[in-house]
């Protein structure tokens, strides 16, 4: 329902004035802005809305079945996920440059787009409001399809430590939800109560630092602590012929060479600028 929403709100803004503005600025690339601060928050971007670093998809993984071929998974799963964020930002460009038409702000005072918070809950709700009638329902039906997705991504999250609690403490499951599900209903009340100061401040450290972080020392573990004959049987019970193909030839030295080095990279570039 969501991606619908998404595809029809896409088709309407398109239309509207000052929309071709945004989706050029979208799609045409402009180099100069390329930066270590830009790949820094491309990244942490991309590691939160493929959950990796928070080991949601290695939960998700753990339950799947054992002839699963987990390389094709990962494969459909980024691609889809992708997709869906290419479409997403078919909407949030052109939307913002409509907005600005209607005498919407989508500058900050240094002259930069506004990102994050601003973005989501100023220029989307100014761009329901150029929508007349209409715009009301589409306006509810879109942040009730955000609770819903947020909600949904909020479960998976939260299997993690329920799943590491319950098996490692040996715990009751349900016990184990209320505790930790309590917890972090406290940590969001504050930051809900504080949210001009902790809620831009609390997405940035999560997504753009600590994520990638626990991505590297995951791929430093997979690469180089985990036995690779052991990685390969695991592999092999989805796709037996996986030892002979071109994704374990490439796939190793990936993980424990290139993924690291890049990730260091990101991180130690701006302190040598």
Known sequence: MLFVLFILMVVYTLFQPGAVDGLKMYLVPDMSHLSPDLLVSAMGQAFFSLSIGV??????????????????????????????????GLL??????????????????????LDGDTLVFNVLPALFDTMGGAGLIVGVAFFALMVIAALTSSISMLEVPVS?????????????????GGAIALFSALIIFNFGSMFG????????????????????????????????????????????????????????????ILMALVFLWPMFK
């Open 55 to 88: 080991c949601t998809m290695m939960v998700y993984g753990s339950y799947l079945r054992k002839d699963a071929d987990l390389p094709k998974t990962a494969a459909q799963v980024a691609l889809l996920d992708t997709g869906v964020a290419f479409v997403a």
């Open 92 to 113: 949030i460009l052109p939307a913002m440059f409509a907005a600005q038409h209607n005498g919407v702000q989508i500058y900050n005072e240094a002259g930069a787009l």
């Open 164 to 180: 590491c609690a319950s098996e490692e403490l040996k715990k009751d499951r349900k016990t184990v939800v209320w505790w930790i």
């Open 201 to 260: 401040l609390v997405i940035s450290v999560t997504t753009e630092y600590m994520q990638p972080i626990l991505g590297l020392i995951m791929a430093l573990i997979a690469g180089w602590i985990w036995k690779r004959n052991q990685v390969l049987e695991e592999l092999s019970q989805g796709n037996p012929e996986l030892e002979h193909s071109l994704f374990w030839k490439v796939w190793p030295t990936y993980v424990r060479v290139v993924c690291p």
